[in-house]
């Protein structure tokens, strides 16, 4: 769907993506960030709206700075801002966006009426968006977003200023999108919970660069560990367990998070050798929390 090698991009002297590298396929995408790492930049690359500084990236099989009109012929974007024209009917919006995309006149009215119907604004339709909530317009916008039947779907932040069960609702609708219509989705985003929960996979960007990227699976699910308790020579027992090479941690309640094979076994006769009383050992499964709180350290 996307491959970026090296891409890099600069507003003057501000360097903004220094070095992006990642290769995705099918499927709904996080890309994942905290405030000013870069993605509405990358987002803008991506869809060819402005030139790189560097490197090189391909988006359905060609280079969006070269072919930037051809390939928005295939891509639907839904932007972060909530800017749209509050005199308008939602359903005259979708139209005319499925018409900027080739669309016959016609068959445009009729396309709007079916997304809209499919977002859950049916019998909102002929409603001004300005009279609408956040909630709604991030509807129209997810609407024209797929009104021309895109290949992909960017959709930038679509979530923004909705309470918790909206924000539920437009990640199932999301989700069912992306099953249902076979349309490929790259969903912007800060929050962790939301690329988590309807990702298949994620980027992290950090400090201009992608710090991991690949399936949720590979980068959070399939690592586990050990958290483990003890009730003194907590320094002590987790110098040792390095010693040994295993990954340890200690968090925020002096508890030890150990990775690596064989972890329980050194984990008991470590705490054996310094004398030290073992409280508690269980399980842990890491997420993307984790992962995510690693890149930004």
């Known amino acids: 769907m996307i491959t970026a090698e090296h891409v890099v991009k600069s507003w003057g002297p501000t360097a903004v993506l220094t070095d992006v590298s990642f290769d995705l396929g099918p499927g709904v995408t996080g890309l994942l960030g905290s405030n000013g790492a870069g993605k509405t930049t990358l987002i803008k690359l991506l869809l060819g709206l ?21 390939l928005r012929q295939q891509v639907g974007f839904s932007p972060e ?42 019998e909102e339709r002929f409603r001004p968006i300005g009279t609408m909530s956040t909630g709604q317009r991030q509807r129209v916008k997810l609407a024209q977003a797929i009104a021309h039947d895109p290949s992909l779907v960017v959709l930038d932040e679509p979530t923004d200023g909705l309470d918790p069960v909206q924000r539920d609702d437009m990640l199932e609708l999301i989700r069912r999108i992306g099953s249902e219509f076979g349309i490929d989705i790259l969903l912007s985003s800060h929050h962790l919970t939301e690329v988590e929960q309807i990702c298949d996979q994620v980027v992290i960007l950090a400090d201009g660069s992608v710090r991991r990227s690949g399936s949720l699976r590979d980068l959070s699910g399939a690592r586990a560990g050990l958290l483990v308790e003890v009730d003194s020579h907590v320094d002590l027992v987790a110098a040792r367990l390095r010693d040994a090479h295993y990954t340890v941690e200690i968090d925020d309640g002096g508890r030890l998070v150990v990775e690596g094979e064989g972890a329980a076994v050194a984990v008991r006769n470590v705490v054996a050798t310094v004398g030290a009383g073992l409280r508690r050992v269980q399980s842990r499964r890491f997420t993307l929390e984790d992962v995510f709180l690693e890149d930004q350290s």
Do not use: C, F, Y
């Open 50 to 70: 402005h030139d790189r500084d560097a490197g090189d990236l391909e988006v359905l099989g060609v280079d969006p700075e070269s072919s930037g009109p051809e």
């Open 81 to 122: 801002h909530h800017h749209l024209p509050g005199d308008v009917h939602a359903a005259d919006l979708v139209r005319h966006v499925a018409q900027l995309h080739g669309i016959p006149k016609r068959a445009a009215i009729q396309r709007a009426s079916d997304v809209l119907w499919e977002v859950g604004l049916g």
